[in-house]
């Protein structure tokens, strides 16, 4: 029950954080372009107890949406027009939760008018938008804008735990599970919406492939395979709704990945499993006739949403083998088992960096990217060549199946 307990309390805090502190007088003001669903939890409410960030304005293609949106979440200022927001000196940062479409043209015109941004993921439709994107001149310019792609699991504690368990070379497999009841969409979701740049690969297949490529520590050569179900019906045409792929990786690693956005009633959190190759283990106990071999599998349940629930399992099969006939002569398992909410439970080089047991991986997320724009250091960040090499896979994994990739906007505006 202390465990229930801990969960439910750390949970709790995590949406309804207390004691919060004084905003300072350099904090950065936000903008969000869109009163999108994930808002609250991507950045307002992180941004709550973070001293640094405040939430300004928000817009909407609906004013009446954005004010009752204002209104609900504390904003003080709703605007017109994502383009008022864009233009007003008081901004300077904006976060674009809009549809995976509309990433591309609003990050760009962001960046051009000089704000920092932080981009929802996919962060954009393909690798063609994210090659122009994450090149725009104004990024490497000094002081330039910032410009992140919001994959927030990718700064949560667990993941850095569970990255330095993994011996990149000796990686034969991966697979990377995700999926959301089928209750939980509707064939009307933006996720089935082709114009919008829909599918299932787009909407939890990018938190896979994230996944093969982190655990990998490098980039796909090939797709073998990519099957999937989708819908023929016009507008839904072209957006799959499960996919299961197949990838080879240099050094002969296969890296699967697989979701469904219709998945069976009850949810089933995503997990990440790495089977590592069989390696010789020094034993000098050992008489110099027989060799000691281990053959370990690392498993991240729940690598999308951690601070809910995860669990790192180090399962390790250990054999000693008679180095004349072969034989094993002995045989056993062990299983460990390990969380990492905070990174002092993360340990290594990671014990001292920031955080509370109630920050969600946005929390996190948000650290960074303050820091990146506040000229401090960054102990996690997510490049623009890794963006792009993203977008390339899920490109890769769209051509494969056949669908082919998400169409590219035609804004070409200044």
Not at 309 to 319: F, L, N, Q, S, V
Request: proline letters at 7%; hydrophobic letters at 35%.
């Amino acid at each position: 029950m202390a465990s229930l307990g801990s969960m439910v309390g750390r949970i709790y805090q995590a949406f309804s954080p207390s004691q919060l502190p004084p905003k300072k007088s350099d904090a950065l003001k936000f903008g969000i372009l869109g009163a999108a669903n994930i808002a609250p939890m991507a950045l307002i409410t992180p941004s709550k107890s973070h001293p640094e960030v405040i939430i300004q304005a928000v817009s909407a293609r609906d004013r009446k949406k954005a004010e009752e949106f204002a209104k609900a979440n504390s904003i003080p200022e709703v605007r017109d027009s994502y383009e008022e927001i864009l233009n007003d000196p008081n901004i300077d940062c904006v976060f674009i939760p809009l549809p995976n479409a509309l990433h591309y043209e609003w990050a760009v015109r962001a960046v051009r008018a000089g704000k920092h941004v932080l981009v929802e993921k996919p962060s954009v439709s393909n690798s063609t938008e994210a090659e122009v994107l994450f090149n725009l001149p104004e990024l490497s310019q000094p002081n330039g804008p910032v410009l992140l792609e919001a994959f927030h699991s990718r700064f949560f504690p667990a993941w850095s735990l569970f990255r330095s368990l993994i011996d990149h070379n000796q990686v034969e497999h991966v697979n990377a599970f995700s999926m959301i009841p089928w209750w939980g969409t509707s064939k009307d979701d933006i996720h089935f919406n082709y114009p919008l740049s829909g599918g299932s690969i787009m909407a939890m297949g990018t938190y896979n492939m994230a996944a093969l490529r982190m655990a990998l520590g490098a980039e796909p050569e090939e797709c073998l395979s990519c099957d999937v179900h989708s819908y023929t019906d016009g507008i839904h045409d072209k957006c799959d709704y499960d996919f299961h792929a197949k990838f080879r990786f240099p050094n002969g690693a296969i890296g699967e990945a697989s979701t469904t956005l219709k998945g069976p009633t009850y949810w089933t959190p995503s997990y990440l499993t790495v089977t590592q190759k069989e390696v010789v283990v020094p034993d000098s106990t050992l008489p110099a006739s027989q060799t000691k071999l281990l053959k370990r599998k690392l498993t991240l349940h729940g690598f999308v949403h951690g601070i809910f629930w995860h669990r790192i399992d180090i399962h390790d099969e250990h054999h000693i083998r008679d180095n004349g006939s072969g034989k094993v002569v002995r045989r056993w398992e062990t299983t460990e088992n390990r969380k990492a909410y905070t990174f002092k439970e993360a340990g290594g080089e990671f014990a001292d960096l920031p955080g509370e047991p109630f920050w969600m991986s946005y929390r996190h997320q948000l650290e960074q990217f303050v820091n990146k724009v506040k000229g401090r250091e960054t102990q996690h960040w997510i490049s623009g060549e890794d963006s792009i090499a993203q977008m390339k896979m899920i490109d890769m994994a769209y051509e494969k199946s056949g669908l082919g990739p998400r169409p590219t906007s035609s804004f070409h505006g200044k």
